[in-house]
Nanobody, 125 residues
Framework: QVQLVESGGGLVQAGGSLRLSCAAS????????VGWFRQAPGKEREFVAA????????YYADAVKGRFTISRDDAKNTVSLQMNSLEPEDTAVYYC??????????????????WGQGTQVTVSS
């Protein structure tokens, strides 16, 4: 069993930065892929970024490529999402998720076994 807790959300002006963290409990976390998803009001949950346990390899949605960076520290059971050059379109609730996922499924929310409660990110124009 893995429990995930997100932190670091908040209100920021366009062009600003935020760093989200996902803290995990459970000794198998280091062998799981971890992803970040987001959901804006009235929209479906969408993939943002993910990182595998081996490599590790990283994956990004086109909308955030070059602006967001995902990283993991398995010694601290933490995955971070550094978000730079934020835009109003990035406003959403951000969720971290984890699971024993092959890279071919890493973009799909249904592949993840464990989810956090989410943290709100609001970018003002």
């Amino acid at each position: 069993q893995v429990q995930l807790v997100e932190s670091g959300g908040g209100l920021v002006q366009a062009g600003g930065s935020l760093r989200l963290s996902c803290a995990a409990s459970g000794r198998t976390f280091s062998t799981y892929a971890v992803g970040w998803f987001r959901q804006a009001p009235g929209k479906e949950r969408e993939f943002v970024a993910a990182i595998t346990w081996s490599g590790p390899n990283t994956y990004y949605a086109d909308a955030v490529k070059g602006r967001f960076t995902i990283s993991r520290d398995d010694a601290k059971n933490t995955v971070s999402l550094q978000m730079n050059s934020l835009e109003p379109e990035d406003t959403a609730v951000y969720y971290c998720a984890a699971g024993p996922i092959y890279s071919s499924a890493i973009y799909y929310s249904r592949a993840y076994s464990y989810w956090g409660q989410g943290t709100q990110v609001t970018v003002s124009s």
